[in-house]
């Protein structure tokens, strides 16, 4: 009968456990998506509109691309540390 109900109060645990961490996931997945959606917009759009703008070299572009690129996949781990740290 203990055990029985060490068994149960542990169930219980992972249960709550699953219920926080399945909305911290799709919090996770959500700004994923928005930073999926921002880098075609973006990036590759920006890619071919900016050099017939702008007098800036194809060498350029893909510089400041790259850069963008690397702060975007910063910000998403902040973004994961800020939602795993912070209550709402």
């Known amino acids: 009968m203990y055990i029985h109900g060490i068994e149960a109060i ?35 759009l920006i890619n071919n509109i900016l050099p017939l703008i702008k007098n800036i070299s194809m060498a350029q572009v893909y510089s400041i691309n790259t850069s963008l690129l690397i702060l975007d996949g910063i910000v998403i781990i902040i973004a994961g540390y800020i939602i795993i740290n912070v209550s709402f």
């Open 10 to 44: 542990f169930e219980q645990r992972c249960q709550s456990r699953k219920k926080t961490n399945i909305g911290k996931i799709l919090r996770v997945a959500i700004v994923a998506g928005f930073s999926y959606v921002a880098y075609i917009v973006a990036f590759t």
